[in-house]
T-cell receptor, first 114, second 115 residues
Framework: DQQVKQNSPSLSVQEGRISILNCDYT??????FLWYKKYPAEGPTFLIS?????DKNEDGRFTVFLNKSAKHLSLHIVPSQPGDSAVYFC?????????????FGKGTKLSVKP | DTGVSQNPRHKITKRGQNVTFRCDPI?????LYWYRQTLGQGPEFLTY????????KSRLLSDRFSAERPKGSFSTLEIQRTEQGDSAMYLC?????????????FGSGTRLTVV
């Protein structure tokens, strides 16, 4: 049973527009959420995180929104750039930020077209 | 510091053979993690260390798998009597403890192919 779900395997967006990647979770014990970006032949790279005590965290072009009641989070990328084309993974932990064990979704492949 | 280093990058082995992978974390990081990723899936947690102590192991880590971090620096992951189902990308990551705010730093992984 998947505890972290990314239901869209792929997303295509025009350069300069907004990319919205979605993630749902089922475990109410999760209290820390992260997004990672992965290019082919490389390991995942940390992008942004959010604690369950917040509903929004922003870092440059990247914003993560958390809706605890819906057990849903989303990553917004504005404006999208061709270099953002990668697989994006949502991850969650119940460690309060100590991150002993992250549960990852299956990923969403983002393609940003020039 | 060049980040998290994993060796080898690729390993092809025959079924039944033993393999060992090495991970060198970022030197200041006291936590080290092993994950496994198969095609179309996200990384799956295997185990993690804080310094030399192995604090958590997933049930995915069968008796054929063993991980060590003898001096709290580099770590090795050994798979004995490999099976075709062990074919995957094995990812190592490291972090500070606690790590809130910036996540793990992953290495580029070791791709294992069991033939």
């Amino acid at each position: 049973d998947q505890q972290v779900k990314q239901n869209s395997p792929s997303l295509s967006v025009q350069e300069g527009r907004i990319s919205i990647l979605n993630c749902d979770y089922t475990n109410s014990m999760f209290d820390y959420f992260l997004w990672y970006k992965k290019y082919p032949a490389e390991g995942p790279t940390f992008l942004i995180s959010i604690s369950s005590i917040k509903d929004k965290n922003e870092d440059g072009r990247f914003t993560v929104f958390l809706n605890k009641s819906a057990k849903h989070l989303s990553l917004h990328i504005v404006p999208s750039q061709p270099g953002d084309s990668a697989v994006y993974f949502c991850a969650a932990s119940a460690g309060g930020g100590s991150q002993g064990n992250l549960i990852f979704g299956k990923g969403t492949k983002l393609s940003v077209k020039p | 510091d060049t980040g998290v280093s994993q060796n080898p990058r690729h390993k092809i082995t025959k079924r039944g053979q033993n393999v060992t992978f090495r991970c060198d974390p970022i030197s200041e990081h006291n936590r080290l993690y092993w994950y496994r990723q198969t095609l179309g899936q996200g990384p799956e947690f295997l185990t993690y260390f804080q310094n030399e102590a192995q604090l958590e192991k997933s049930r995915l880590l069968s008796d054929r798998f063993s991980a060590e971090r003898p001096k709290g620096s580099f770590s090795t992951l050994e798979i004995q009597r490999t099976e075709q189902g062990d074919s995957a990308m094995y990812l190592c990551a490291s972090s500070f403890s606690p790590g809130e705010g910036y996540g793990y730093t992953f290495g580029s992984g070791t791709r294992l192919t069991v033939v």
